[in-house]
């Protein structure tokens, strides 16, 4: 630790960390373009200038590439480093194309920050003089660039050769005249490729997904956490609701990364960025269905729980428990998975239960962040004991086999859409079970075939908690209330141990995670609260190294 | 003198044999007693410079710095065309003193008839066994490489000129950390000096360091090259002792001023040198101690001569319109100040000048002036500056408002 004097005020700070930093940990804003935490110094927008006194002499230094060191006595208001970041703003603005009200960044842009708190200067320049760069350049799939924008900070030139190692991108040119461009016949096409927008201080890179669809002031945001695989990047979820006439239906606008050091750093993967799309699908079921109610103008949900729980107790008396088999998702969050495994295994007593098959999709694995298992919660349903660990009890391909071979005459599946690996022939003879009751989100063919259909809440439309792949628990939050009928997956099987018998007093995600944190070893000494904002891990599992996300071999 | 043969005859790579024969913290001290000081443009000195290389890190080299582009500076390549064995004797002293493993001469791309001459100096360099490995039958290993530049001014910033030399774009890193003699060429020491920093070594051996020292000043050691040249009759380079009188130059060496006009002002160390009035110029010495008094810098002792029919906001003009188009572009300052200076400056010549517009320029180029990565910034600032300041009336009378 060493002693520093910002503004008047005395703060320790540990070594090896910038002004930029030590000010930040005072509790003081030092303006900047170029220089990010996650990458790099560049040490070129000279937006950070400060005065800093040592060994009785004054100079003017830029706080990105200045180590604190014991006694330094830093002034953010001297008045020529006012002088110089007013300089620096009408520099970078003087020949800025001023499109803020077409800029999709506008409301978040640091020139317009910046240019409130420390600029406020008239403009030199007429028009006519400015110098014209390249407008809507395609960088590739995502991301769009204006050239007038840019302050060439370099942040997405440096993120895409340290962190990617792909360096799509590159300033070319001198002086006026540089502009930031991909490489000749390179298409800025990666799997992390919406960073770069993330990392654009001003309105220079956009994305397409987000070009033009709302202002940034009608958004609001929660923390959450992805669910596009088993890593849980943390994550903010942008919303607008009060604008349902622009863009029908879409809800969710955008998600960001959100800061957590020991899962993603400041990043998300492209897939992770863009699968909100699936909240807002026009195929997500809203309504509740069984096939008795064809023609029936309003199923509602008791009818169908009611007609799962008669054929529960049937098969239970007539066959068994083993005649009955649940097949849930590791899609799921740890509630959802604790009332399932409370309800089926510990009250009914049901043999056969797995969340995982075999031929589920798997995504490509990297260094960086992407995981092969695309489930966010296959950890927490191991943890919570939806394991075929037994012998004689069925792992989620022989339920299936099963079922065909008339072993099974109760099925419930969660999510999976068992048309996927079955044959047409016997994905269709499923449907001759006594009863197959499907929970999920989006219409597939296993409406086609259930006895009961019942929807359930998207993950931004509830509370819950997900178990990563590290054993971190961490929460997601409910942005809106879910579409049409659709429910929390705990709540539905809430109501149907209601109908068999089973109460659970739990009424909220809290009040089941407290419970879960009571009954599960693993989840023990878990609150809540603790799980904002980053996390805590599973009772026993060390915290993983903390591993500075970087491509195997950095370029320097 | 650039055949090996005939730069023997003249004893070349005999003080590289002497040095050889020395420790190298010897040689470091005795170019230091020699009082030679950098010849690139900052003056510094250059055993102080070899001194700083960290003791523990390895590998080591020497960049030879050939990429002169500094408007007025032309000195550097008369010793690349004609001596390049006093050159990579020089270095090669250099090398062993800091005990590196390879030179590299960056030379600018524009010079192709010195960069054959260099090449053809290094092949009968090592055919004749003073390159490569152990020279002159020592255990010292040591090669040397040519590189063109591709016609950068700012490569011939020390940091640049190494980012350039890896393969990237030239543009300067910031310092602290990145000083070449710690963290230089793929991050290991280096040192980065002048082709007639260098060429002065062999010299330094050859005359011993007091006799080398007595040439100049007591600050400045031996010689210097001064690449004379504008408004007057003799233009050319002239190696004369350091502190020599400008006037000399000027009037006796250089023959006068053209058509024995007036004398209104002298550039004294290249186009980014602040300008000296003729008042200013007068009596004072070609030393760097000498001309930072007068206001100026000796830099890399290029001397432009101005004469009264020169206008000096045409004058600043050519000055800003070079410094645009070489500005890196990687500080914000640098980028935009230098174009919009150059905006501002061709308004003023073509009459659309305002008043407002003097005052502009000034703070523009306040506010370049040391606020940047490299010294790229204080180059475009200090003459517009100086202009501006000394000779505000002949900016206030384009001014049409």
């Keep these: 630790m060493s002693r520093i004097e910002i503004d008047g005020k005395s703060v320790d700070v540990p070594p090896n960390i910038n002004l930029i930093e030590a000010a930040r940990a005072a509790g003081i804003e030092i303006p900047h373009y170029c220089y990010h935490p996650g990458l790099s110094v560049a040490g070129s927008c000279r937006m950070c200038q400060l005065e800093v006194e040592q060994n009785g002499r004054k100079a003017l230094v830029i706080g990105c590439a200045t180590t604190a060191a014991e006694g330094m006595k830093i002034s953010t208001t001297a008045e020529r480093v006012l002088k110089q970041r007013q300089m620096v703003l009408e520099f970078l603005l003087q020949n800025h194309p001023l499109d803020c009200p077409i800029c999709d960044d506008a409301g978040e842009c640091e020139l317009q920050n910046y240019y409130m708190k420390y600029g406020l200067h008239d403009s030199r320049v007429e028009l006519a003089e400015k110098y014209r760069k390249h407008k809507v350049i395609d960088l590739g799939p995502t991301v769009v660039l204006d050239s007038e924008r840019c302050v060439l900070c370099s942040r997405c030139v440096r993120f895409l050769q340290e962190i990617t190692g792909t360096g799509e991108l590159g300033i070319f040119g001198q002086g006026m005249d540089s502009e930031l461009l991909t490489i000749p016949s390179v298409r800025l096409d990666n799997p992390y490729s919406g960073c770069v927008v993330d990392l654009c201080p001003v309105g220079a890179l956009t994305d397409k997904d987000f070009r033009f669809k709302r202002r940034v002031w009608y958004l609001k945001k929660v923390p959450s956490v992805c669910q596009a695989c088993s890593r849980g990047c943390n994550i903010e979820i942008y919303y607008d609701i009060r604008h349902p006439y622009k863009g029908p239906g879409r809800r969710i606008q955008r998600l960001k990364p959100r800061y957590n050091h020991f899962v993603n750093e400041w990043w998300i993967c492209d897939r992770g960025r863009y699968s909100y799309h699936a909240v807002d699908a026009p195929d997500r079921l809203t309504t509740v269905q069984t096939r008795s109610s064809n023609g029936d103008s309003a199923p509602n949900i008791k009818r169908v729980l009611q007609e799962a729980a008669r054929a529960i107790k049937n098969a239970k008396e007539k066959h068994g428990t083993k005649s009955i088999a649940v097949l849930g998702s590791a899609n799921s969050s740890n509630e959802d998975l604790y009332v399932l495994h409370r309800l089926f295994t510990q009250h009914l007593g049901v043999h056969h239960f797995d969340v995982s098959l075999k031929s589920e999709p798997s995504g490509e694995e990297d260094e960086i962040l992407r995981k092969a298992d695309l489930a966010p919660n296959r950890r927490g349903a191991l943890e919570i004991g939806l394991r075929p660990a037994a012998s004689g009890k069925f792992s989620g391909d022989n339920i299936i086999r099963a079922a065909l071979a008339h072993e099974i005459y109760v099925l419930i599946v969660v999510r999976h859409d068992l048309s996927l690996v079955l044959r047409p022939e016997d994905f269709n003879r499923l449907g001759n079970l006594d009863h197959l009751l499907y929970l999920g989100e989006h219409e597939s063919p296993m409406v086609g075939i259930a006895h009961g259909v019942i929807p359930i809440a998207a993950w931004a439309e509830r509370d819950g908690s997900y178990t990563n792949f590290q054993g971190r628990v961490q929460r997601t939050t409910q942005a809106f209330p879910p579409l049409g009928q659709a429910r929390p997956e705990w709540e539905v099987w809430r109501l149907l141990g209601a109908e068999v018998g089973l109460t659970i007093k739990a009424k909220t995600a809290e009040e089941v995670f407290a419970e879960l944190t009571k009954n599960v070893a693993a989840f023990r000494g878990l609150t809540w609260e603790s799980l904002i904002p980053s996390g805590r891990m599973l009772a026993g599992v060390p915290e993983p190294p903390y591993r500075k996300v970087r491509t195997a071999r950095p370029l320097e | ?401």
Aim: one cysteine or more; glycine letters at 10%.
């Design chain 2, 1 to 401: 003198m650039h055949r090996l043969s005939v730069a023997r005859q003249h004893g070349a790579y005999e003080m590289l044999q002497k040095a050889l024969t020395m420790e190298p913290a010897q040689v470091v001290e005795l170019v230091k007693a020699s009082g030679l000081r950098g010849h690139g443009g900052a003056g510094f000195s250059a055993s102080l410079k070899w001194s700083f290389v960290p003791k523990d890190k390895f590998p080591r080299y020497v960049i030879v710095n050939a990429d002169e582009s500094e408007p007025g500076t032309f000195k550097d390549r008369l010793i690349l065309e004609r001596d390049p064995h006093a050159l990579l004797e020089g270095a090669l002293i250099c090398a062993w003193a800091v005990q590196a493993e390879a030179i590299y001469i960056y030379i600018r791309g524009e010079y192709f008839y010195p960069t054959k001459i260099v090449n053809q100096a290094i092949e009968e360099a090592r055919a004749n066994g003073l390159l490569g490995e152990r020279i002159l039958g020592s255990d010292f290993t040591c090669n040397a490489h040519t590189h063109p530049g591709a016609g950068m001014y700012i490569c011939g910033e020390e940091t640049g000129l190494i980012e350039s030399l890896e393969g990237k774009k030239g543009q300067p890193r910031f310092k602290p950390p990145y000083y070449p003699a710690a963290i230089g060429l793929w991050q290991v020491p280096t040192i980065v000096n002048n082709v007639e920093t260098l060429a002065a070594v062999p010299w330094v051996f050859r005359l011993g360091p007091e006799e080398f020292a007595a040439l100049g000043t007591p600050k400045n050691g031996g010689t210097c090259l001064f690449s004379l040249s504008g408004c007057v009759n003799n233009p050319g380079v002239y190696e004369l002792p350091m502190g020599f009188p400008l006037d000399g130059l000027i009037h006796n060496l250089g023959g006068g001023i053209l058509e024995n006009r007036k004398l209104k002002a002298v550039i004294p160390g290249g186009s980014s040198s602040p300008i000296l009035t003729a008042k200013e110029a007068r009596g004072i010495r070609l030393d760097f101690e000498s001309v930072a008094a007068a206001g100026s810098m000796l830099g890399s002792a290029a001397v432009m001569v101005v004469d009264e029919t020169i206008s000096i906001p045409r004058l600043l003009l050519w000055v800003l319109r070079f410094y645009a188009h070489e500005s890196c572009g990687q500080c914000t300052q640098c980028r935009e100040g230098t174009g919009w200076m150059l905006r501002l400056c061709k308004q003023l010549l073509e009459g659309k000048g305002k008043s407002r517009d003097l005052d502009d320029l000034y703070e523009i180029a306040d506010a370049v002036d040391g606020t940047t990565i490299c010294a790229f910034g204080p180059a475009v600032a200090w003459p517009t500056k100086s202009y501006l300041k000394k000779f505000r009336h002949e900016f206030e009378a384009l001014v049409r408002e």
